[in-house]
């Protein structure tokens, strides 16, 4: 009997699946922000999962080493501009160190491929829908998890931020984002296993139920209300003030910018809380203690508080720190944690004493902030601070809760000029106000400053790249969301156990 296809075809037929892996991978941002083409992060993944079906361990794990190409290499393409805009280096140093870090982030689904083809097969229509249906949602959202603290982490592009505005986000605040994930990734699996099942137009019908029961209870589960309201609403000004990044810490702009964020704080004494953003001051507390003693000074004479962000030396022990304080009403510091690595500390220092010297990083030699620490207290509330890249980890952000009635996240993603990063980064911010509950008030250099509702919606936002101050009243916010009680682990657990049963169910059968 002659073959169905030669070897000639079948190569054809792979490099078609190879490209349009590729293809796939690099569609896929689309579905963030600020394109938001959500249904993409359900169509997507379900082409990577035919992709991957019929195929070698090896063609799966190429595939998903091409598809995570194409997602990193358009997705985070911001990284490229703070190396090459602001970080001193090359042009051709900043591609090679890009494609590197590229290259890297694709490894993740290029072994998720490996190892659910490896280890599950689907030799049956049975296996097939288990592995549909079980093993590859469970295995999308469990590489997503890894890839979220995995040398420092980089949860950038999780399938359940591009949800935010669809009824899959009811799940955050009792799941988490990857809950959300694993939603958008089992839409995809149910997506293609209607259109695979070979058992008839009922069985076909079943997926399509179950599809939109998923999507129905999710977004029955968004209209519930998961925090109350506590004291009275608040009126905030967050400060915008626009410094160009490449300018910002020279010794000339300092006073300048140390003006004009007093003259648009004292044009809104009238709020109970002005926020400045992250190193808002391009100088050492210490060195500035004088001008913010007297800062606080006239808050309290207004009746009002304030969070300014601004670096703190220990002058015991020389260590410094990316720091927020208080002033007005209470006086403390919260002292940021999670650093991002090569930019604001240097890991295994020892062996790689010089890069942040060759990358031209200002103040790139930050000490991490304790874990323990505490809600700020500021307008008679509790704020939960987070610094720039904090607000991607949720498991972090709700260490402050439920004590914290409101969420406080300062950032200066001017580091990122005119690329999509400080749109992506706003999106993710949002997600963490839904998954706690809480109003979140997002204060950055030049932009994108917000105040996003405890439902996630963005309730006021400042247009960037514009000295700035946005103003509105919020309502503070108690209770503890199922995720402030239990954070990430119940889906952990779940998706190892998926993972486990998936296994034991395709070597059963």
Same mark, same amino acid.
């Given at each position: 009997?002659?073959?169905?296809?030669?070897?000639?075809?079948?190569?054809?037929?792979?490099?078609?699946?190879?490209?349009?892996?590729?293809?796939?991978?690099?569609?896929?941002?689309?579905?963030?922000?600020?394109?938001?083409?959500?249904?993409?992060?359900?169509?997507?993944?379900?082409?990577?999962?035919?992709?991957?079906?019929?195929?070698?361990?090896?063609?799966?794990?190429?595939?998903?080493?091409?598809?995570?190409?194409?997602?990193?290499?358009?997705?985070?393409?911001?990284?490229?501009?703070?190396?090459?805009?602001?970080?001193?280096?090359?042009?051709?140093?900043?591609?090679?160190?890009?494609?590197?870090?590229?290259?890297?982030?694709?490894?993740?689904?290029?072994?998720?491929?490996?190892? *659910?083809?490896?280890?599950?097969?689907?030799?049956?229509?049975?296996?097939?829908?288990?592995?549909?249906?079980?093993?590859?949602?469970?295995?999308?959202?469990?590489?997503?998890?890894?890839?979220?603290?995995?040398?420092?982490?980089?949860?950038?592009?999780?399938?359940?931020?591009?949800? /935010?505005?669809?009824p899959l986000a009811g799940l955050a605040p009792v799941l988490g984002v990857y809950g959300v994930s694993?939603?958008?990734?089992?839409?995809?699996?149910?997506?293609?296993?209607?259109?695979?099942?070979?058992?008839?137009?009922?069985?076909?019908?079943?997926?399509?139920?179950?599809?939109?029961?998923?999507? /129905?209870?999710?977004?029955?589960?968004?209209?519930?209300?998961?925090?109350?309201?506590?004291?009275?609403?608040?009126?905030?000004?967050?400060?915008?003030?626009?410094?160009?990044?490449?300018?910002?810490? *020279?010794?000339?702009?300092?006073?300048?910018?140390?003006?004009?964020?007093?003259?648009?704080?004292?044009?809104?004494?009238?709020?109970?809380? /002005? /926020?400045?953003?992250?190193?808002?001051?391009?100088?050492?507390?210490?060195?500035?203690?004088?001008?913010?003693?007297?800062?606080?000074?006239?808050?309290?004479?207004?009746?009002?508080?304030?969070?300014?962000?601004?670096?703190?030396?220990?002058?015991? *022990?020389?260590?410094?720190?990316?720091?927020?304080?208080?002033?007005?009403?209470?006086?403390?510091?919260?002292?940021?944690?999670?650093?991002?690595?090569?930019?604001?500390?240097?890991?295994?220092?020892?062996?790689?004493?010089?890069?942040?010297?060759?990358?031209?990083?200002?103040?790139?030699?930050?000490?991490?902030?304790?874990?323990?620490?505490?809600?700020?207290?500021?307008?008679?509330?509790?704020?939960?601070?987070?610094?720039?890249?904090?607000?991607?980890?949720?498991?972090?952000v709700i260490r402050q809760l439920p004590d914290a009635t409101l969420l406080v996240n300062v950032s200066?993603?001017?580091?990122?000029?005119?690329?999509?990063?400080?749109?992506?980064?706003?999106?993710?911010?949002?997600?963490?106000?839904?998954?706690?509950?809480?109003?979140?008030?997002?204060?950055?250099?030049?932009?994108?400053?917000?105040?996003?509702?405890?439902?996630?919606?963005?309730?006021?936002?400042?247009?960037?790249?514009?000295?700035?101050?946005?103003?509105?009243?919020?309502?503070?916010?108690?209770?503890?969301?199922?995720?402030?009680?239990?954070?990430?682990?119940?889906?952990?657990?779940?998706?190892?156990?998926?993972?486990?049963?998936?296994?034991?169910?395709?070597?059963?059968?």
């Amino acid at each position: 009997m002659r073959p169905l296809f030669t070897n000639k075809t079948q190569t054809a037929a792979d490099w078609r699946g190879d490209l349009l892996a590729l293809l796939a991978g690099a569609l896929l941002p689309l579905a963030f922000a600020p394109f938001g083409i959500f249904p993409l992060a359900v169509f997507i993944p379900a082409l990577l999962f035919a992709l991957w079906l019929h195929v070698s361990p090896r063609r799966a794990m190429w595939r998903g080493l091409l598809f995570g190409l194409g997602m990193f290499g358009t997705g985070v393409t911001w990284i490229y501009v703070s190396i090459y805009e602001f970080g001193g280096v090359s042009l051709p140093l900043s591609v090679f160190l890009m494609t590197l870090f590229v290259i890297v982030l694709a490894w993740f689904p290029a072994l998720f491929g490996y190892f *659910t083809t490896r280890f599950y097969p689907a030799p049956t229509p049975a296996a097939l829908r288990i592995k549909l249906l079980l093993i590859l949602p469970a295995g999308w959202t469990f590489f997503e998890w890894v890839r979220s603290w995995f040398l420092t982490g980089f949860p950038w592009l999780n399938l359940g931020y591009s949800q /935010i505005d669809t009824p899959l986000a009811g799940l955050a605040p009792v799941l988490g984002v990857y809950g959300v994930s694993w939603a958008s990734a089992f839409s995809a699996g149910l997506l293609l296993a209607a259109v695979l099942d070979k058992g008839g137009v009922w069985r076909r019908l079943i997926h399509v139920a179950v599809l939109l029961a998923l999507w /129905i209870t999710a977004g029955l589960l968004g209209m519930q209300q998961w925090s109350q309201p506590t004291g009275t609403p608040l009126k905030v000004s967050l400060i915008q003030g626009n410094i160009p990044q490449d300018i910002k810490w *020279t010794p000339d702009v300092r006073d300048p910018t140390l003006e004009l964020y007093l003259r648009m704080t004292r044009e809104h004494w009238d709020s109970n809380l /002005i /926020i400045w953003p992250e190193t808002a001051m391009p100088v050492f507390y210490h060195e500035a203690e004088g001008f913010l003693s007297a800062l606080g000074e006239e808050a309290r004479e207004h009746h009002a508080d304030m969070l300014i962000g601004v670096p703190v030396m220990d002058m015991r *022990t020389q260590r410094y720190y990316n720091s927020m304080t208080s002033l007005g009403s209470h006086q403390a510091f919260y002292h940021k944690h999670h650093l991002v690595p090569f930019t604001e500390y240097l890991p295994m220092k020892s062996a790689l004493a010089g890069v942040v010297d060759f990358l031209q990083v200002p103040m790139s030699d930050f000490s991490k902030g304790g874990l323990d620490q505490q809600p700020l207290s500021v307008a008679g509330q509790k704020a939960a601070i987070s610094i720039c890249y904090e607000a991607v980890f949720g498991e972090e952000v709700i260490r402050q809760l439920p004590d914290a009635t409101l969420l406080v996240n300062v950032s200066n993603d001017a580091w990122f000029g005119h690329s999509i990063g400080p749109l992506q980064h706003l999106q993710i911010t949002r997600m963490r106000a839904l998954e706690t509950g809480r109003p979140l008030l997002r204060a950055t250099n030049t932009g994108i400053t917000a105040i996003i509702g405890p439902n996630g919606k963005q309730l006021a936002v400042a247009p960037q790249f514009k000295t700035y101050t946005l103003t509105a009243t919020i309502q503070p916010m108690s209770g503890a969301t199922p995720y402030v009680r239990v954070g990430n682990m119940p889906v952990v657990v779940m998706l190892v156990l998926a993972l486990a049963m998936g296994l034991f169910l395709v070597k059963r059968r």
